[in-house]
């Protein structure tokens, strides 16, 4: 049976095998540039020497380690920026290397040691449902972050709608899941559902948080509530080969993080009622954290749903409600 574990070894492995490709490819194009370059050669042995040759100025001229390491840092300028005359003046390049991702130059990890967007992507396909398509250019990974939430899109006065000042609202729910997003340590501190009309920022508060966590390093799942039921019956009742997606299903139940969006736009029968239920009651027993996002509000769900589902949410979920105008509207006009 293949686990997380397996997946995150696997990546590894990748990418340690791209490492050792560029390291030849450097080796070769730097003999390239020794052989029609001899010059570069010269250059890159003086530079190599420099602090040998420093140290001996120390003991043989007696002039302090100050001095030696100013003219040091001084004829290393000197050389680099001849070496770089070399090659700018012949079109030539240090670094001609093929990269699969030029963010990370595939090393899986950017500034930090944060996991780059490749290596989020790379788990994602082995986790993708059917059909499902992985970019790693979309605006999950661009531009669904923290620091784009723009709070001024929300009224800064009461609304009529729901009696509360929407920027007040909003400001809390963005602490509240910025907090959650940085304090995630993959145990369950914590489950969160977002609820309110569609079009006030739910899923771009839910993609930040996935984006966050992902780049701390934990592992999460984001899927839409109708194509996460839709593969799950599929799986149930064996529309789907078993063998292939064995990893996708285990995951969605044990998965560090899961998040579900939409939720309420699923097709309603009896088995997504059964299902549900055991997902969250399976999750919430194993100590994992689920976040979903809905435009019902409680009294929808529990028409919808049994009570029992119902009652979960309301006692096991941190409750987010959003409020204002239809960003999407604002953004048109």
Not at 94 to 119: F, M, P, Q, R, W
Not at 277 to 302: A, Q
Request: charge should be negative; aromatic fraction near 12%.
């Amino acid at each position: 049976m293949t686990t997380i574990s397996d997946i995150h070894n696997r990546i590894v492995a990748h990418y340690g095998t791209l490492t050792l490709q560029h390291e030849k490819q450097k080796r070769e194009q730097k003999e390239f540039l020794y052989k029609k370059y001899p010059r570069i050669e010269q250059i890159d042995n003086e530079i190599a020497m420099l602090a040998v040759t420093s140290a001996r100025r120390i003991l043989e001229e007696k002039i302090s380690a100050k001095e030696a390491t100013e003219s040091m840092n001084k004829l290393a300028l000197s050389l680099k920026k001849e070496r770089e005359d070399i090659l700018s003046q012949n079109g030539e390049a240090d670094d001609n290397i093929s990269y699969e991702c030029e963010i990370c130059k595939d090393t899986g990890l950017v500034a930090d040691g944060v996991k780059c967007s490749c290596y989020i992507n790379k788990m994602r396909e082995y986790i993708s449902l059917p059909g499902e398509k992985i970019n790693t250019n979309s605006t999950v990974f661009k531009n669904l972050v923290f620091d784009n939430f723009n709070l001024s899109y929300y009224p800064d006065t009461v609304d009529a709608n729901c009696g509360f000042v929407p920027r007040k609202m909003m400001k809390m729910n963005y602490a509240k899941c910025l907090k959650f997003a940085n304090e995630f340590n993959g145990e369950c501190s914590e489950n969160i559902l977002l609820y309110g009309p569609s079009g006030l920022g739910k899923t771009f508060l839910a993609s930040a948080i996935y984006n966050r966590v992902c780049e701390r390093g934990y592992f999460a799942m984001y899927k839409s509530s109708y194509k996460l039921f839709e593969f799950l019956e599929d799986y149930k009742f064996g529309r789907l080969n078993k063998d292939d997606y064995s990893l996708v299903y285990d995951t969605i139940y044990d998965c560090e993080l899961l998040i579900i969006d939409d939720f309420g736009t699923e097709f309603i029968t009896s088995y997504t009622q059964s299902v549900f239920f055991d997902l969250l009651n399976t999750r919430l027993l194993n100590g994992k954290s689920t976040i979903i996002s809905t435009n019902l509000n409680f009294e929808k769900i529990r028409e919808i749903y049994q009570e029992r589902v119902t009652s979960r949410l309301q006692n096991e979920f941190t409750g987010l409600f959003f409020c204002g105008k239809d960003i999407r509207s604002l953004k048109n006009e």
